[in-house]
Nanobody, 123 residues
Framework: QEQLAESGGGLVQAGGSLRLSCAASTQIFSTHVMAWFRQAPGKEREFVAAAHWSGGATFYTTSVKGRFTISRDSAKSSVNLQMNSLKPEDTAVYYC????????????????WGQGIQVTVSS
């Protein structure tokens, strides 16, 4: 399985911003849906945002619409997640994931994962 390398994250106050990046191989980047999931303590891993390999379509979970932006950087074969207006409830471990043709934007359809990176938003 392809390894994805995440970077960014950390601690920020509520209302602040953070940017996550996920590097993948050129082959994965150009043929897979790239997504971000997150998992808060005691909760299931949930979908956050995704971008289609063609670069056209993006998808967001309702709670982050208007605050988070997913984007693809073809030059670096990476996908970024710009997170603005962060809230304490955004605190979680964030995972980058990839899938060639997921039936749904659910973790069970994604077969490549990063190691996860902590995002903590203080109130």
């Amino acid at each position: 399985q392809e390894q994805l390398a995440e970077s960014g994250g950390g601690l920020v106050q509520a209302g602040g911003s953070l940017r996550l990046s996920c590097a993948a191989s050129t082959q994965i980047f150009s043929t897979h849906v790239m997504a971000w999931f997150r998992q808060a303590p005691g909760k299931e891993r949930e979908f956050v945002a995704a971008a289609h390999w063609s670069g056209g379509a993006t998808f967001y979970t309702t709670s982050v619409k208007g605050r988070f932006t997913i984007s693809r950087d073809s030059a670096k074969s990476s996908v970024n997640l710009q997170m603005n207006s962060l809230k304490p409830e955004d605190t979680a471990v964030y995972y980058c994931a990839a899938a060639q043709s997921p039936n749904e934007l659910h973790q069970k359809y994604f077969d490549s994962w990063g190691q996860g990176i902590q995002v903590t938003v203080s109130s």
